[in-house]
């Protein structure tokens, strides 16, 4: 295999298919790349097994072929080299050549045969979305996942379609974030729950690449897996099996009192609030509802603080505490200047909704002994 490249194209590849490279693993093999060079198109694998990364570099092939070489060492010497055309050669004894201006680097590579082929995605169904809404529907939705391993479900988030209607929904046990969003076609119906840690990946990756709003990413699905595909990157992962939560079920009730406050207005009073709170401490924020303003207060080792926010209120006066976590990175990814929020009483979730149901997010109180 011969390739020509530049140093930044090179960089830029292998860093989106590293994010596929075990930290740790029993199978050395993973922890190189993949690299292939057939057909006009210069790929570059990460692999760990559960997600599998394809990505494609632009340069020129001289000679045909494929490589293994190790993630950690190669993404070194590419990062120090020189901005310029990068030449990597590997020879019949799987020695890999590196030149770029006057640096030259000769590195041992690995035989192909050992690399785990990609997964086959037999695709049973599928649609197509932006790649700036997908990562926007992520961000919208990823904090509410939960870090714990040990509930798949909570750990993922879930993708289902009704029509034209893409709803996305996370939970772990404390929230919930579900954003809806209107596909151009109608697509029937699609259901799966895809883990958490392969969308962070997605987003860190779009969010990398130049946005471009006609840029498409086509989403398929088989029984065990999930495919995305954009015109640079193919990401594989595996699914999340079991049936997801009935969500509409925990959503469902009447509130009878609701909030219109002004969005920015409220998410600075609650990170104020958040200064007094140590990484360790489990204080929430005290929330007091009255009828044209809302009190904040909080109490802590560090200090106290009280807030006046103003609203307009429909409904009942009572107090209700929370973590400011959990508001915090609510309010964050809403666009809206005003927003609404709905309350029943001081044991009963709030609820932020968009007036277009766009989005909702579901916060469940903390006993304050009130």
């Known amino acids: 295999m011969k390739i020509v490249c530049s140093q930044a194209e090179m960089l830029k590849s292998i860093t989106t298919a590293s994010r596929a490279i075990p ?42 072929g494929s490589i293994c070489i190790n993630c950690r060492i190669f993404t070194d010497i590419i990062r120090k080299l020189p901005e310029g055309d990068i030449c990597i050669e590997s020879d019949e004894n799987q020695n890999v050549r590196i030149e770029c201006m006057k640096a030259k680097f000769v590195i041992p590579g690995r035989e192909t045969r050992e690399y785990p082929a990609a997964p086959v995605v037999q695709e049973e169904k599928g649609f197509e979305i932006s790649n700036f809404d997908l990562k926007e529907i992520i961000r919208k939705t990823l904090f509410s996942v939960t870090d714990n391993d040990a509930n798949k479900l909570m750990a993922g988030e879930h993708f289902e379609i009704d029509g034209k209607t893409l709803t996305v929904t996370a939970l772990d046990g404390h929230r919930i974030a579900i954003v809806k969003y209107t596909l151009d076609d109608d697509y029937g119906a699609f259901d799966a729950v895809v883990i958490g840690k392969t969308l962070n990946e997605i987003a860190k990756i779009y969010s990398a690449e130049k946005e471009d709003a006609k840029e498409k990413t086509r989403i398929s699905l088989s029984e065990k897996q999930i495919k995305f595909v954009s015109s640079t990157t193919t990401i594989i992962s595996r699914t999340v099996e079991g049936k997801y939560y009935n ?65 307009e209120m429909e409904g009942n006066e009572f107090v209700i505490g929370f973590n400011p976590k959990f508001i915090i990175e609510a309010l964050r990814v809403i666009d809206d200047e005003k927003i609404d929020v709905k309350l029943v009483s001081s044991k009963a979730p709030m609820k932020i909704e968009a007036a277009d149901g766009s989005y909702l997010y579901l916060i469940l109180p903390v006993n304050i002994g009130a």
Do not use: W, Y
């Open 247 to 311: 969500v509409n079920q925990m959503i469902a009730g009447d509130f009878d009192t609701i909030l219109k406050i002004n969005k920015k207005d409220f998410l600075d009073s609650i990170e104020r609030a958040s200064l007094l709170i140590r990484e360790t401490d489990r204080r929430p924020v005290v929330i007091g509802i009255g009828e044209e303003s809302i009190e904040l207060k909080i109490t802590t080792t560090l200090g106290s603080m009280n807030e006046i926010v103003p609203v």
């Open 23 to 64: 930290t740790r693993t029993t199978l050395d093999i993973l922890e190189c790349f993949f690299i292939d060079a057939h057909e006009d198109t210069i790929t570059i694998t990460g692999n760990d097994l559960q997600l599998c990364i394809i990505t494609k570099a632009e340069g020129d092939i001289v000679e045909e």
